[in-house]
């Protein structure tokens, strides 16, 4: 096995710019890290395509502004490869869904311009809906058997989860408390607001980095026009610390590529010597 790309999605930014974005199931790759994807445009879908990048495939996007949208007839269609183990593997023709519409790409920017001004970094986590089973799975009972199982997280896929996307989301947190029985229990639920991609789906990990909480998609609600995707709301519950999706890795953040990026710094006073001036960190100017 050589891998395989799902999700393949076109999500328009600007009228000079798009996202063509996919989600790389690397099960059966010796070096997932050094599989690439070669992504090719053409203004027709059936031929003249030119090869305009390679990224890494667990990137999972790429950004594209180099198309000119301003003409609502103006169509970009693209093919992936899959570059895993010495093996190709062709994937498309996509194209962005809906209409090219200038009001709609209107409110995505309006909508990314809020997000970089108000929004705070998240890893997103799409869940593996195919691929290999884990050995957790019983085939019988249609269900991960093990409920804390450290290999699949409880998806009954191995990795349990697509790499992570770094980008910029609004969370408004609630405690909800629920009676069970003589007790309280605390139930944290969130309210998500996120751009056009990655596109969410109930069941993904959100982890907020600054706060290092985790919460588990429940519902997403799509804002479309002219069934051009415009942004996404979404609802979550936090996780509890002992739940698996805990355990699910880390990357090194500041070597992601994020989707979006904040247009400020957070200036977190964090140091301060002898009543000189706080002292910032390096940490403290990434601006992601």
Same mark, same amino acid.
């Given at each position: ?52 990048? +390679? ?57 990314? +311009? ?12 799409? %869940? ?24 699949? #997280? ?7 989860? %697509?790499?992570?996307?770094? +980008? ?19 139930? +944290? ?25 985790? #919460? ?73």
């Amino acid at each position: 096995m050589a891998g395989k790309l799902d999700g393949i999605v076109v999500a328009k930014q600007t009228n000079k710019a798009q996202i063509v974005g996919w989600r790389f199931i690397p099960f059966g790759v010796a070096e997932p890290a050094a599989a690439k994807v070669k992504v090719w445009r053409s203004a027709s879908p059936d031929s003249g395509f030119e090869q305009i990048a +390679t990224v890494p495939a667990l990137k999972g996007w790429f950004f594209d502004e180099d198309v000119d949208l301003l003409n609502r007839w103006s169509v970009y269609y693209y093919k992936l490869d899959l570059v895993s183990d010495g093996i190709t593997q062709g994937y498309g023709v996509v194209r962005l869904e809906g209409v090219n519409d200038s009001i709609a790409a209107g409110l995505v920017k309006h909508r990314n +311009t809020y997000l970089r001004l108000a929004g705070i970094p998240v890893l997103v986590y799409p %869940y593996l809906a195919a691929g290999q089973r884990c050995s957790c799975w019983d085939a019988v009972l249609r269900k991960s058997t093990v409920s804390d199982c450290g290999t699949c #997280y409880g998806t009954g896929f191995l990795s349990g989860y %697509y790499s992570p996307i770094l +980008t910029l989301a609004q969370v408004g947190v609630e405690a909800k408390q629920n009676q069970v029985g003589e007790r309280i229990e605390q139930e +944290t639920i969130v309210e998500l607001m996120m751009s056009n991609y990655p596109v969410l789906r109930p069941g993904d990990v959100v982890y907020e980095i600054d706060a290092g909480r985790r #919460y588990k998609v429940q519902a997403v609600t799509p804002s479309e026009k002219s069934r051009m995707l415009i942004g996404q709301d979404a609802l979550g519950y936090g996780l509890q610390s002992t739940d698996v999706e805990h355990n699910i890795p880390i990357p090194e953040i500041d070597k992601l590529d994020p989707v979006l990026i904040r247009k400020y710094s957070p200036q977190r006073l964090v140091s301060s010597t002898d009543g000189e001036a706080f002292n910032y960190s390096s940490f403290d100017q990434t601006r992601y």
